[in-house]
């Protein structure tokens, strides 16, 4: 016989437990425990229930992905190439970022197409819907727009008139009946994630999901929510920056290494073809502590600018602050620097910035860090055509990167004349007319170039 029973869940990660807790041992988070009510029933008894039998790997007979375009070659590229048919996709941001913008503009290039596409919209009514995309062009008729907060209404249409692309926006506004439990609740957010799951793959329908995100910028709900879904992208960038980057953390489908660019107009977003001309526009000539690294996102090389400010400090303590890059990793190479090369920077803040608004992890930035903080330190300009790339090691050696030729490509194209790197990556690099390859295999010898 069924009965209601009260549990508490982690809002942070759905950690379940039977009574409260101020700290979630799961996610060690404070205050973040739920009380919900939960119906728990004897399981029922199936007769005739027919063998599973496993299948040999060598016998399952495979079969190409089906993908189609969404019009934005931005998007596709962080897809893996196009929509798979039958995927689901998590998008995730800050409010205002663009999330439900791209979403829209992706409905209307499949509308043109000829695709059917159901928009259900838990937060907005049709109106507004309306007046958002009239800022964004013209739609199709094949536009479809329906405003639920029920799971159950969806589903009835979609079992009468099968869509291509279903959008929900937002996946905390969508509640399912049989929980009694307010939408948004840990208990909601699982069971209408794993139903449009099941709708994916049983109608061979694409759905994208549109999340909430914390403070710290993550999904909001419980952490296995991504790992229920099929793609989990990221739009990050200041909202009051004109770019945005586009970014998957998993994808079943594709890399995930790879991002895409966009710029915030009032039209909707604009794809940026070539980041790295519109992340070095406007960039300060003649001017310590400013340095261009070769960053290689998935396959596409972009060159950005690292700037860095070295001042005394009035402090007893430095200040250390970075923005795009890992706080750490900063902290690690201005320690390298007063060990390996003698320069007492333990009396001077610190101050390193990525320009444009990006965030950079590749570690084939260190040597770029490295010269904007020495460049500042000294105060003296670096050559204004030359651009550093290379990882750098404890023990002051300059490492290897993957992909030196592309980089140095993509350093030619945009017209600078000398490139430093890693030693190794120059020995085996092949003759590139219009650059001067300059190799080094420590910090030493890469300060001399200053």
Not at 85 to 111: A, E, F, H, Y
Not at 354 to 369: F, Q, S, V
């Amino acid at each position: 016989m069924a009965k209601e029973k009260q549990i508490f869940f982690c809002r942070e990660c759905g950690f379940e437990s039977a009574k409260w807790m101020g700290q979630c041992p799961g996610c060690r988070s404070w205050n973040t425990f739920c009380e919900e009510k939960v119906t728990v029933g004897a399981r029922k008894q199936s007769g005739g229930r027919t063998a599973v039998v496993p299948t040999s790997i060598l016998e399952v007979k495979t079969a190409d992905e089906t993908r189609f375009s969404t019009g934005l070659e931005e998007l596709n590229r962080v897809l893996g190439g196009g929509i798979v048919n039958g995927s689901l996709v998590l998008v995730g941001g800050d409010p205002g970022i663009g999330k439900s913008t791209i979403l829209l503009q992706m409905c209307r290039n499949l509308s043109a197409d000829g695709h059917k596409i159901l928009y259900v919209s838990g937060e907005e009514s049709l109106s507004q819907i309306k007046m958002r995309a009239e800022r964004i062009g013209t739609f199709q008729k094949d536009m479809l727009l329906l405003c639920v907060n029920n799971l159950e209404d969806v589903e009835e249409y979609v079992k009468k008139d099968k869509p291509k692309v279903i959008v929900i926006d937002s996946i905390q506004t969508i509640v399912v009946e049989d929980i009694a439990s307010a939408p948004g609740s840990v208990s909601q957010v699982k069971e209408v994630t794993a139903r449009l799951m099941q709708m994916a793959k049983q109608m061979d329908i694409a759905i994208f999901i549109v999340g909430h995100v914390t403070k710290e910028g993550t999904v909001a709900g419980p952490r296995n929510l991504e790992h229920m879904v099929d793609t989990v992208l990221y739009f990050e960038g200041d909202r009051n920056a004109g770019f945005r980057i586009l970014r998957a953390v998993k994808n079943r489908f594709g890399s995930t290494n790879e991002i895409g660019v966009f710029e915030m107009l009032e039209t909707g977003l604009s794809e940026v073809n070539n980041p790295s001309k519109v992340m070095l526009a406007g960039r300060p000539l003649q001017t310590s502590g400013s340095v261009v690294v070769c960053s290689l996102e998935g396959t596409r090389p972009i060159l950005l600018e690292i700037q860095a400010l070295v001042c005394q400090t009035s402090f007893n303590l430095p200040r250390r602050t970075t923005v795009g890059l890992d706080y750490n990793r900063v902290n690690l190479l201005l320690a390298v620097l007063e060990k390996r090369a003698g320069m007492v920077l333990s009396g001077s803040d610190a101050y390193v910035n990525i320009a444009g608004g990006m965030r950079l992890d590749d570690p084939a930035a260190d040597l770029g860090i490295v010269f904007a903080l020495v460049s500042s330190f000294r105060n003296r300009p670096l050559d204004e055509s030359m651009v550093v790339f290379g990882e750098v090691g404890l023990s002051g050696e300059v490492r290897g990167v993957s992909a030196a030729e592309q980089r140095v490509r993509e350093a030619v194209k945009m017209g600078f004349q000398t490139c430093i790197m890693p030693k190794t990556n120059a020995e085996h690099l092949k003759s590139i007319e219009g650059i001067k390859v300059v190799g080094v295999s420590n910090i030493s010898q890469a300060l001399e170039y200053i």
